[in-house]
Nanobody, 120 residues
Framework: QVQLVESGGGLVQAGGSLRLSCVASGRTLGTYTMGWFRQAPGNERKFVAAISWSSGDTDVADSVKDRFTISSDNAQNMVYLQMNSLKSEDTAVYYC?????????????WGKGTLVTVSP
């Protein structure tokens, strides 16, 4: 299987920046996409950004596309989320996700999440 570990979360002041990292380990051959979702305490988990492993094409949610950037280091099985001009509304647990495509055991995998808290 695949394990994902996020890092880089923490407390940041509004207007500040933070960079999240996620590393994948295990059976990562066949990675199709990697990306980020977030979930605030009383809300559903929402899409933030994703990157195609083969082409590098990115998809970013409209709510953050002017402030967040997703990138990857394919050789190290890592994906990053650069978050700028952070707002209180960005406070959430951020989850890393990967989609593995294989003939018999492809699947989606999720990290445990990293908490981002944006304070006034």
């Amino acid at each position: 299987q695949v394990q994902l570990v996020e890092s880089g979360g923490g407390l940041v002041q509004a207007g500040g920046s933070l960079r999240l990292s996620c590393v994948a380990s295990g059976r990562t051959l066949g990675t199709y996409t990697m990306g980020w979702f977030r979930q605030a305490p009383g809300n559903e988990r929402k899409f933030v950004a994703a990157i195609s492993w083969s082409s590098g094409d990115t998809d970013v949610a409209d709510s953050v596309k002017d402030r967040f950037t997703i990138s990857s280091d394919n050789a190290q099985n890592m994906v990053y989320l650069q978050m700028n001009s952070l707002k209180s509304e960005d406070t959430a647990v951020y989850y890393c996700k990967t989609r593995i495509t294989r003939r018999f055991d492809g699947a989606d995998y999720w990290g445990k999440g990293t908490l981002v808290t944006v304070s006034p």
